[in-house]
T-cell receptor, first 112, second 114 residues
Framework: DTGVSQDPRHKITKRGQNVTFRCDPI?????LYWYRQTLGQGPEFLTY????????KSRLLSDRFSAERPKGSFSTLEIQRTEQGDSAMYLC??????????FGQGTRLTVV | AQSVTQLDSQVPVFEEAPVELRCNYS??????LFWYVQYPNQGLQLLLK??????LVKGINGFEAEFNKSQTSFHLRKPSVHISDTAEYFC????????????FGKGTRLHILP
């Protein structure tokens, strides 16, 4: 069990560009979450999947954001036309039958 | 919808002194409760959890927390802190019986003073 893996760890992009992040959950975990964390704040829920089904999306997730989890394994989070306000740490977590979630190291996005 | 309030954004405490980090939650149903710790430039690590049963739960690194349903609180305590406990601590809640997400508080930064 290698834990939740996120790639890349850091991403610097110019405003207006599209970016995509990947999350590999713990093997056989059927639930996968995406959170966003800005400096000095707690993680804010964005969306989550039960297997390949996206069950809930936060109002924070504008139409520039899209998440997928094909085949219920890894997940991708894409941000189109990035804005400076998108700069944050994007955290992925997974869980199985127990309520607690296990987090990856995060992807730090900087939009310049 | 559930919510979490961590009243203290920062808590300074001398090394080897006791500490309590406060957490209050709001929910219309029964809840699961968690404390996570985040070290600089790291992801979140589960410190302890309350699912059911005894209201006093023990976690890693000598931390413990007590669930108080009447006061809707889940305060985190440690009898003697160490420099290595310097980190951000997040209280979190999840509704029981619903396919729901974990909601986090804004965090408390623990400063250990030498």
């Amino acid at each position: 069990d290698t834990g939740v893996s996120q790639d890349p760890r850091h991403k610097i992009t110019k405003r207006g560009q599209n970016v995509t992040f990947r999350c590999d959950p713990i093997s056989e975990h059927n639930r996968l979450y995406w959170y966003r964390q800005t400096l000095g704040q707690g993680p804010e829920f964005l969306t989550y999947f039960q297997n390949e089904a996206q069950l809930e999306k936060s109002r924070l997730l504008s139409d520039r954001f899209s998440a997928e989890r094909p085949k219920g394994s890894f997940s991708t989070l894409e941000i189109q036309r990035t804005e400076q306000g998108d700069s944050a740490m994007y955290l992925c977590a997974s869980s199985e039958l127990t309520p607690e979630a296990f987090f990856g190291q995060g992807t730090r996005l900087t939009v310049v | 919808a559930q919510s979490v309030t961590q009243l203290d954004s920062q808590v300074p405490v001398f090394e080897e002194a006791p500490v309590e980090l406060r957490c209050n939650y709001s929910s219309s149903v029964s809840v699961y409760l968690f404390w996570y710790v985040q070290y600089p430039n790291q992801g979140l690590q589960l410190l302890l959890k309350y699912l059911s049963g005894s209201t006093l739960v023990k976690g890693i690194n000598g931390f413990e927390a007590e669930f108080n349903k009447s006061q809707t609180s889940f305060h985190l305590r440690k009898p003697s802190v160490h420099i290595s406990d310097t980190a951000e601590y997040f209280c979190a809640v999840s509704d029981i019986g619903r396919d729901d997400k974990i909601i986090f508080g804004k965090g408390t930064r623990l400063h250990i003073l030498p």
